[in-house]
């Protein structure tokens, strides 16, 4: 690979968090973050979390994870654990999803949100995904169809965030 272009970054204050935004083509913090704010009440209350997740979000909460993650459907579908016809007609309903699917998402919508906080950047925090990780002995990516993997990658950013990587 040849050097990269250093690109301008400049950053912007939303909601107490400061955000590194790059001259590129990818969609821009500023509008990521506008996607995540109907979410963010969830992350500060376990008790407002456990409300949404027991109403189920509104199918759009899906349009909204791609939106922000940059994954494809095949990659939701995995994570979600169910079949991509089945995400399809999710995202098409007009109906709350259900608990399992609404936890999840929230889950991802929390990590994206610490991620883009951790990293200053939602493509530096996404190219972290992909790469093979000692601290968890795992691709961070990878594990991201299970609660429970998601809490592990959360504990990670929080390591990275305190200086305590391996």
Same mark, same amino acid.
């Given at each position: ?12 204050y939303e909601g ?6 790059? &001259?590129? &083509?990818?969609? $821009?913090?500023?509008?990521?973050? &506008?996607?995540?704010? $109907?979410?963010? $009440? ?16 509104? $199918? ?11 994954a494809t459907q ?60 000692t601290g968890i ?23 990275? &965030? ?5």
């Amino acid at each position: 690979m040849g050097k990269e272009m250093k690109k301008a970054a400049k950053y912007i204050y939303e909601g107490g968090k400061r955000y590194k935004v790059y &001259d590129t &083509d990818e969609t $821009p913090v500023s509008q990521v973050s &506008d996607v995540l704010v $109907p979410y963010t $009440p969830y992350f500060k209350s376990p008790i407002a979390k456990l409300d949404a997740i027991k109403r189920g979000l509104q $199918p759009g909460a899906i349009n909204d994870l791609i939106e922000v993650t940059g994954a494809t459907q095949t990659d939701i579908s995995k994570w979600l654990d169910i079949t991509e016809p089945t995400l399809r007609k999710h995202i098409q309903n007009t109906r709350e999803l259900n608990l399992g699917i609404s936890e999840h998402i929230i889950q991802l919508f929390e990590l994206f949100d610490k991620g883009l906080d951790t990293f200053g950047s939602l493509s530096e925090f996404k190219n972290w995904l992909k790469h093979y990780n000692t601290g968890i002995d795992a691709i961070p990516y990878d594990i991201l169809d299970t609660i429970t993997g998601i809490g592990i990658v959360m504990n990670e950013l929080i390591r990275i &965030d305190y200086g305590a990587t391996a």
